[in-house]
């Protein structure tokens, strides 16, 4: 279903849908987006109490590099079915992601802490990356 653009009480998209982007959809379920400081809080705060492994992309709408690697990224969390993925704008997330300093950055979390980083893109790379981690 389709939205007419321009009407004045539209509310903006955020998290995976503002990107814009064509993305492949999550059939496990395990795909989210935080698109406020709130909901990046939130998620952080349910890694820190939960034992699943995760991974957070930590991206932006203007970051041509982000926008490549998003629909691998996208895709392959339905390959990696035990790790939950988490995409976060940094420009919607600005206080929580205050300590990122380049686009793309990945943190891996397993057991509630982070254990891993990337720095960031490469397709082979980030699926190596997401086997070793889940």
Not at 71 to 89: Q, R, V
């Amino acid at each position: 279903m389709e939205e007419a653009g321009g009407r004045s009480g539209e509310a903006k998209k955020t998290g995976l849908e503002g990107t814009g982007l064509s993305l492949p959809g999550s059939s496990h379920g395990n795909l989210r987006s935080a698109g406020s400081d709130q909901q990046l809080k939130q998620t952080l705060d349910s890694l820190k109490s939960s034992r699943s492994p995760a991974v957070i992309n930590y991206g932006a709408s203007w970051c041509r590099v982000c926008s490549q690697i998003l629909p691998s990224f996208c895709k392959f969390s339905n390959e990696f079915k035990n790790l939950t993925f988490i995409y976060a704008d940094i420009d919607e997330c600005p206080d929580t992601t205050q300590n990122i300093r380049y686009t793309p950055t990945f943190h891996f979390y397993r057991d509630g802490e982070k254990v891993d980083e990337m720095l960031g893109t490469g397709e082979e790379r980030l699926h190596d990356r997401l086997w070793l981690h889940s």
